[in-house]
């Protein structure tokens, strides 16, 4: 989840930044290449600080990495939900108490080594647990992994490891790096953190700060025929609007993550040679979640956060915020995972009338001036939609007596005051769900979280009986059982509103229509693209 | 003097806008009564279609009417404040510096070279990304970058004031050096920097707006800035949501400078005279 401080989007600085990349933008990418290669060109709305995806498990970092370096399975559209990638099958014990991983055979690394299983148990070990955002949580209870031969791991768990969970954390936790180039260094600060090496379909070419990234096609790829095209280029282009532009110009082939802004895309799907895609984002939904800090004396009333929900018009916030890209939502697992989603929860109707009447009964009755409680409203600055749901919010609480002010923020400024110093009441929150509510979802909510955890339940709310379903869950192996406890946390969160979710939302792309194979499966955008063409 | 400026067609023309928008900030809570952000109706409606709304509304549904007048006075608000800020900041340091001189005058004028050195827009932009956006902090922000001309222009008064006959009778009486310098020689110093405020004025409506395009404004009032920036992302579907704010900053601080202008050609004269 840290994806989105580095990737997003028009804060302050990137702004700044972005004029000073169009005025360089003529100084744009005239490498030399050979005659004849094909080059698909690519927005790229932010340059991560750290690229290396086994260490931030990021959207804004796979964007550009998983071209490179490979998770050992990748989400699918076929039964079941995933691809293998460099793993070729996997299999847990009966007792939860190992997973054994079968490998690809033949795979070798950018530098000529050759891809065996010390390199993933290195990974797991060194890196994804200890370092990596998301691996800290799921692999917290991995002992050891076995490597009996070459192409064959164990990973061993002290606590039982639902394979369910496993499997949905594949393709977001497990990129795996090369041993031979990372042991014994500092694996944070290692140089190959900037110029990758992987075992992916691209090879890493360059970096120009504030210009553009370069992978060329990797020639030892192990699905022979792919790459189909010979060069990626990311040109950085930190100004949606510039991403339009350059699309229409031809400058550019694809603008991923919704670069080109909702209210553009009526316009552009209508211009010819450019196609607007909206699949390719199924296991990367967004939710805009409001957080609560339970410390306010307000707020920590059940009836006030009841209110609030009541008086949120979710109809409002998809048609005219999302203008229909997006759909309303029901708790804290969005719809679009329907291994999780249950519909049985408590929905709040948009009802003013009801929502003044539970402030009343509360009994915070209106002043003179006919406010109730003020409060301060903290939306994250990472997307247009998030400050603009801000800015609904606001009128929509005065309506129902709640003065709310609202405090911007840049992005670290943003991160501080919410994650760290816990200097908001309410804010609102782009959080991501990930395929399962374990990786990312249940952290917003579950009691004993560390102060400083972005995107993790810091407004000091906790409730023993959601943290008991959270934590049986973790280790309930049986699949069936598992999602029965995960409508139970639906239930009990959306009856007890530690926060509230609004809206489910997911990305667009717009591309030429030269581009082949956009949004072959639901990860698409920050998949590996072995298989995108490129048409004359 | 009021006569003088009434003759020349440029104060007139930029006082009658001036005038009107003067008026408009100070009674905008009579022309636009209420939350000038509550939503008014459906989003995107094109200007001069909706009578209820003539100038249309932006991505929300908030009329761009509303939002003009509103706009309207935090600009005056802004550009007011930071000129009152920059001038009496600049007059008292320059009047401290030209009066006092030796090392007082060193000293302070090295700590106005440091100001000027930066461009004041860094300084602004810097101060509000730390200090955090409000409407106070935004217009010390602008003064912040502002005073140093008051002060250079004041001392520059003062040294030459500081010689006169009156100065030094008044040192003859016994009269005390800051009582002086407050009460003779600073309301002489004045008029060249009066004249530099309007210009002072303009430039940090400029600054403000430019502060809350970047995302500096204060997110709780409307700002012209503002509803430029938030504009710009329809730039192509709905040009006029950064166009119409747009002309009302040109309209604004053309009139400012056309004013400034002409004070400063009558000054100039009277004195040439």
């Known amino acids: 989840m840290r994806a989105l401080f580095s990737r997003r989007l028009i804060s302050r600085r990137s702004l700044l930044g972005s004029a000073a990349a169009l005025l360089g933008s003529t100084a744009l990418p005239r490498l030399g290449f050979a005659a004849g290669a094909v080059r698909l060109v690519a927005a790229a709305d932010s340059e991560p600080r750290q690229l290396n995806p086994a260490i931030v498990a990021s959207n804004g970092v796979f964007f550009i990495a998983s071209k490179v370096i490979e998770p050992l399975a990748e989400a699918s559209y076929d039964d079941g939900g995933l691809r293998p990638l460099l793993a070729t099958g996997w299999e847990g014990s009966e007792d939860g108490s190992s997973v054994t991983f079968a490998l690809r055979e033949g795979v070798s690394w950018h530098d000529g080594k050759p891809f065996t299983s010390a390199d993933v148990a290195f990974s797991a070990m060194e890196v994804w647990k200890p370092l990596q955002n998301i691996g800290r949580g799921v692999f917290a209870n991995l002992e050891a992994v076995d490597t009996p031969d070459d192409h064959t791991a164990v990973f061993r768990f002290a606590k039982p490891m639902p394979l369910q969970l496993i499997a949905n954390a594949l393709p977001v936790v497990s990129a795996v790096l090369p041993k031979h180039v990372y042991e014994g260094t500092d694996i944070a600060e290692n140089p190959a953190n900037a110029a990758l090496v992987g075992t992916g379909p691209f090879v890493w070419g360059e970096h120009r700060p504030g210009e553009y990234y370069l992978l060329r096609k990797n020639p030892a790829y192990w699905n022979a025929g792919e790459p189909r095209v010979d060069e990626v280029v990311f040109r950085v282009l930190p100004d949606r609007a510039a991403a339009a532009s350059s699309l229409e110009a031809g400058e550019i082939q694809l603008a991923a993550f919704s670069a080109v802004p909702l209210v553009e895309l009526d316009r552009i799907g209508k211009v010819p040679g450019l196609e607007v895609v909206t699949k390719g984002y199924e296991a990367l939904t967004y939710q805009l979640v409001v957080e609560i800090n339970h410390r306010n004396e307000h707020l920590k009333e059940l009836k006030v956060r009841q209110a609030i929900a009541h008086a949120i018009d979710k109809a409002f916030v998809l048609d005219t915020i999302f203008l229909g890209y997006a759909t309303a939502a029901t708790g804290p697992v969005p719809a679009n995972a329907p291994e999780f989603h249950t519909d049985d929860v408590t929905i709040y109707d948009f009802d003013v009338a009801k929502a003044n009447a539970l402030l009343d009964e509360a009994g915070f009755a209106r002043g003179a001036d006919g406010t109730r409680v003020a409060l301060r409203l903290l939306p994250a600055p990472y997307f247009n939609e998030t400050k603009q749901f801000g800015d609904y919010l606001r009128r929509a609480l005065a309506a129902i007596g709640i003065d709310a002010t609202i405090v911007a923020n840049d992005s670290a400024g943003h991160q501080k005051a919410v994650y760290t110093e816990h200097a908001f009441d309410l804010a609102i929150a782009p959080t991501v769900f990930r395929g399962d509510p374990a990786i990312s979802t249940t952290i917003l909510v579950r009691s004993g979280v560390p102060d400083g955890v972005p995107f993790s339940n810091q407004g000091g709310y906790a409730n023993a009986e959601i943290d008991r379903v959270v934590d049986e869950a973790l280790v309930t192996l049986d699949p069936g059982a598992r999602v029965e406890l995960y409508h139970q946390f639906q239930r009990l969160v959306t009856a007890d509103l530690p926060l509230i979710n609004v809206a489910d939302w997911s990305f667009t792309s717009v591309a030429s229509d030269r581009v082949e194979n956009i949004a072959t499966n639901p990860r698409w955008a920050v998949s590996n693209w072995a298989d995108v063409g490129l048409a004359d | ?273």
């Open chain 2, 1 to 273: 003097m009021i006569r003088e400026l009434a003759r020349r067609p440029e104060a007139r023309v930029g006082g009658a806008l001036l005038l009107l928008l003067v008026a408009v900030a100070a009674l905008a809570p009579a022309l636009s009564p209420g939350d000038p952000l509550a939503i008014a109706g459906r989003p995107l409606i094109p200007p001069l279609t909706d009578p209820a709304l003539p100038l249309g509304t932006d991505r929300l549904g908030r009329s761009l009417l509303a939002g003009l007048i509103h706009g309207a006075r935090t600009s005056v608000t802004i550009g007011v404040v930071s000129a009152l800020v920059a001038v009496a900041v600049g007059m008292a340091v320059g009047t401290a510096a030209g009066f006092a001189g030796g090392l007082v005058d060193e000293g302070l004028m090295r700590v106005v070279d440091a100001f000027q050195i930066v461009p004041g827009f860094l300084l602004a932009l810097a101060f509000v990304s730390v200090a955090g956006p409000s409407l106070l902090v935004v217009a010390v922000a602008i003064a912040l970058g502002a005073w140093t001309g008051p002060a250079r222009l004041s001392r520059a008064r003062v040294l030459s004031l500081r010689e006169a006959d009156f100065v030094a009778s008044a040192r003859v009486t016994g009269m005390h050096p800051v009582e002086i310098a407050v009460r003779q020689v600073m309301p002489l110093a004045l008029p060249p920097v009066l004249a530099v405020s309007s210009v002072i004025v303009a430039g940090a409506i400029l600054t403000e707006a430019a502060l809350s395009f970047l995302g500096l404004g204060d997110p709780n009032v409307v700002t012209w800035g503002g509803m430029i920036a938030e504009g710009r992302n329809q730039l192509r579907s709905a040009a006029w949501l950064s166009i119409i704010p747009g002309l009302a900053l040109v309209a604004t601080v053309v009139s400012i400078y056309l004013v400034g202008e002409a004070v400063g050609d009558v000054l100039a004269g009277r004195r040439r005279r």
